[in-house]
């Protein structure tokens, strides 16, 4: 069975830093793309970060400078570390798995989610 469990969400201060990790299962890691994405209320799904096998890291223009994604093969897990959090961070994170075609990070190539995991960021 094909799975993503999303972890270390909470309630943070403005400033603050939180850690997500994302165990994966049911697939061969080594050879997907994996990627966190948000979804604040009232708005669209947007990508934040990306570790795509072929076309390296990718970050929105609001996660540079603050958020770093990383993984852990050997465990399947992939994280998204954020520091400097910002209010307007708050959303449910999902992290998204999607094969690596050799393109770079596609949204639309991602179809396995996890369940998300809630950010707030208090001002």
């Known amino acids: 069975e094909v799975q993503l469990v999303e972890s270390g969400g909470g309630l943070v201060q403005a400033g603050g830093s939180l850690r997500l990790s994302c165990a994966a299962s049911?697939?061969?890691?080594?050879?997907?793309?994996m990627a966190w994405f948000r979804q604040a209320p009232g708005k669209e799904r947007e990508g934040v970060s990306c570790i795509s096998k072929s076309d390296g890291i990718y970050y929105a223009d609001s996660a540079k400078g603050r958020f770093t994604i990383s993984s852990d093969n050997a465990k399947k897990t992939v994280y998204l570390q954020m520091n400097n959090l910002k209010p307007e961070d708050t959303a449910v994170y999902y992290c998204a798995a999607a094969p690596d075609y050799g393109l770079g990070f596609i949204p639309a190539d991602f179809k396995t989610w996890g369940q998300g995991t809630q950010v707030t960021v208090s001002s």
């Open positions: 049911g697939f061969s890691f080594d050879y997907y793309n």
